[in-house]
């Protein structure tokens, strides 16, 4: 769904007090679920987020090994926190912290 020729706008979105962004996905690291916050910061629907890779809103400059990180961890019981950038469907950062 993403283009590989999306351009980041590097404008920034802030989330507002009492915000949380919340998403789960399967084991495959598939969208199962995304709360009404995730939805409207993503910029897609909940139709078009649904049984995609959560890939979907990794901004570019993300290294993918920050991800195989938190996805080891995760997938071992294991906590971790650490702040990620996103990037929405109109390619605007999104930053948000994982735990």
């Known amino acids: 769904m993403k283009h ?10 802030t989330m507002r007090n009492g915000d949380f ?3 789960k996905t399967n084991t495959k690291g ?21 049984g ?10 993300m290294p993918r090994s920050v991800f195989h990180l938190l996805w080891s961890r995760i997938q071992n019981g294991e906590g971790i926190f650490a702040y ?3 990037m929405s469907a109109d390619a605007q950062l999104l930053l948000g912290l994982c735990h």
């Open 52 to 61: 995609q890779q959560h890939n979907i809103v990794r901004h570019l400059s």
């Open 21 to 23: 962004i919340v998403s």
């Open 4 to 13: 590989k020729s999306i351009v980041p706008t590097h404008v920034e979105r």
């Open 30 to 50: 598939q969208l199962t679920y995304c709360n009404r916050i995730f939805i409207e910061f993503s910029g897609y629907t909940e139709a078009q987020l649904l």
């Open 84 to 86: 990620v950038k996103n």
